[in-house]
């Protein structure tokens, strides 16, 4: 299994293009999720999704937009980026039991120049 | 969800037993505490998690307070591999929403020869 994969791996945008990150997981999850993590701080949560269809707002939702057509995957849209949004990106899953483990994928590494 | 307390810091001598705290206080009843940890720029990882009895894995053993208001997590005989940030995360389940992880600065771990 592949668990829970990234694309791309790196990008690079001017201010203002817009992109979207692709999250696929393997393992049947109802939960995804899309964090930041800036440097030498701990990760923040983007936006989350509870299935198929569903969406919600995290901790620092601004600048970004989420959409879950499929179980599988859970794609990130910047419609505008800003330098602001230079991080890397974290996308999680995790069973609709909550008390499962979160599977994180390798990351995203997004420069807005 | 619960706020949590940990050192930024700690260094741990490769084969001794490295031992992480994290203070906890305002925990309620329905809150686990787990732990993960991130290598480098990799994706978190899992380790382990509890409610108040204290458990272990293959990987490490989570001791947790009578008062469920602090925590340990002990890696036994720790190696170079063991580097990484380790964050301690205490997670709330309500039937029906999704069980956020946030994440906090959590503690680095530096492990020597």
Known sequence: ?????QTPKFRVL???????LLCAQDMNHEYMYWYRQDPGMGLRLIHYSVGEGTTAKGEVPDGYNVSRLKKQ??????ESAAPSQTSVYFCASSHEQGRAEAFFGQGTRLTVV | DA????????DCAEGRAAN????????????YVYWYRQIH???PQYIIHGLKNNETNEMASLIITEDRKSST??????TLRDTAVYYCIVRGFNTGTASKLTFGTGTR?????
Do not use: R, W, Y
Not at chain 1, 14 to 20: D, L, N, R
Not at chain 2, 3 to 10: A, E, H, I, R
């Open chain 1, 14 to 20: 001017k201010t203002g293009q817009s992109m979207t």
């Open chain 2, 41 to 43: 720029s990799q994706g």
């Open chain 2, 20 to 31: 992480l705290p994290c203070n906890h206080s305002t925990i309620s009843g329905n809150e």
């Open chain 1, 1 to 5: 299994n592949a668990g829970v994969t």
């Open chain 2, 3 to 10: 706020k949590t307390t940990q050192p930024p810091s700690m």
């Open chain 2, 109 to 113: 771990l530096q492990v020597t020869l």
């Open chain 1, 73 to 78: 995957n859970f794609l990130l849209g910047l």
């Open chain 2, 73 to 78: 997590l002990i890696l036994p005989h720790a």
